[in-house]
Structures are given as C-alpha cells and as structure tokens.
T-cell receptor, first 117, second 116 residues
Framework: GAVVSQHPSWVICKSGTSVKIECRSLDFQATTMFWYRQFPKQSLMLMATSNEGSKATYEQGVEKDKFLINHASLTLSTLTVTSAHPEDSSFYIC?????????????FGPGTRLTVT | AQSVTQLDSQVPVFEEAPVELRCNYSSSVSVYLFWYVQYPNQGLQLLLKYLSGSTLVESINGFEAEFNKSQTSFHLRKPSVHISDTAEYFCAVSDAGGTSYGKLTFGQGTILTVHP
C-alpha cells in the first residue's frame, strides 16, 4: 500500500519550453503532497507543499511563477517548470502524506529526471 | 531552521560486516528524526523514525538508530549487512510540532555498498 508514482521518469526539453511532471497516489487519497528537488550528490530540498484544493506553499527562494504546482484532485499533483533553462536540470521528487496516518510519514515517488538542453 | 549532515558520502563494506552511517543535525527546537533508504530506481522508503520515547529505534530488517540529544546525532547501525542492503540512505529531521510539522530537511545521503 501507499504507492506514489511519477510521470515521466525522465524528460529532455529544449530551453524556453515548459514541462509538466505528474505525481499520483495510486492506492490512497493524498490531501498533502510535497515537491523536492535534488541536485547531483546533494540532499533533497523541499520546494513546496501542495494541498488539494488550495494554493501551494512555496519554500523561501523558490520561484512560484516558474514552478507551478496544481493539486486539483486527491490523487494527483502536477509540477510545471515554465520556460525551463539548463540550470533547472535536476531530479524532481514528490511525496504524499497518508490522511489519518502518522502526519510525519511521507511516501515518495521514484523521481523525475529533467534535462534542459 | 534545521540542518542535517551525513558525514560519509560513501561507505563500502563487506558482507556480514557491521556498519555505521553517521548523521548529525542542528536545530533550535525539538525534532523528530528519520532514516530513509532509496534502492536503485525506486522512491525513498522510510526505514525508521524517532518521535519520542526510547532513544533506540529499530527497523524490521535489522537496522537500528539511537537518538543522542547531547551529541545531536542519530547514527544508523547494523551488526551484519547483506548484499541487499546496498542502497543510498538519507537522514532527515522534522520540526516537532508547530506550523512546519511534516516538512523534512534531508542530509546529503550516504551510499552504502556491500561487497561479497
């Protein structure tokens, strides 16, 4: 149980284009999802907290207009990287919290590797 | 604000040897501590957590970690590792309560490689 998927697992896009990454909770409904970014050989950095039906809460230093988060349903959150540039190339990971479960326990997706050329 | 430091980026060991993956944290408030494991091509999985109570916590596959408040550490240990333990391990900390509950701050990760 508590499986989280991400799609795509790997994407290459040209500089200036936008790319959307999906995060789905497959066997539970997630009112809260988190988006992380991981640079090579570095730790995961929380980008934003996504709550179903409301605006995402972004961490300090994360550009809201560049990283658009939509949590339109209880099983799907999307991250859109707008006007992507090579410095946006990274590994993006989402996680979801199980409602009613331990509020500190998050289930993670396998990640999406974004390469901007 | 919190920070987590994993002192070793890579730890190679032989099968059946003991291992310790070190984790130190910094925080001005009480914290909860976690170890996550990431196997190749998979998402992070919770290995064990310390929320309260006994400072020694154990996982179902033989790992244990001890919360040491005075040394601000949460080192992960296993007395005898298996090939299947090869993975990347992340230490994480969360603010214990307040409006930021549930948000995790991660260490840089330690790649454990178990050799036959």
């Amino acid at each position: 149980g508590a499986v989280v998927s991400q799609h795509p697992s790997w994407v290459i896009c040209k500089s200036g284009t936008s790319v959307k990454i999906e995060c789905r909770s497959l066997d539970f409904q997630a009112t809260t999802m988190f988006w992380y970014r991981q640079f090579p050989k570095q730790s995961l950095m929380l980008m934003a907290t996504s709550n179903e039906g409301s605006k995402a809460t972004y961490e300090q230093g994360v550009e809201k207009d560049k990283f658009l988060i939509n949590h339109a349903s209880l099983t799907l959150s999307t991250l859109t990287v707008t006007s992507a540039h090579p410095e946006d190339s990274s590994f993006y990971i989402c996680s979801a919290r199980v409602p009613g479960g331990n509020r500190y326990e998050q289930y993670f997706g396998p990640g999406t590797r974004l390469t901007v050329t | 604000a919190q920070s987590v430091t994993q002192l070793d980026s890579q730890v190679p060991v032989f099968e059946e040897a003991p291992v310790e993956l070190r984790c130190n944290y910094s925080s001005s408030v009480s914290v909860y501590l976690f170890w996550y494991v990431q196997y190749p091509n998979q998402g992070l999985q919770l290995l064990l957590k310390y929320l309260s109570g006994s400072t020694l916590v154990e996982s179902i596959n033989g790992f244990e970690a001890e919360f040491n408040k005075s040394q601000t550490s949460f080192h992960l240990r296993k007395p005898s590792v298996h090939i299947s333990d090869t993975a990347e391990y992340f230490c994480a900390v969360s603010d214990a309560g307040g409006t930021s509950y549930g948000k995790l701050t991660f260490g840089q990760g330690t790649i454990l490689t178990v050799h036959p």
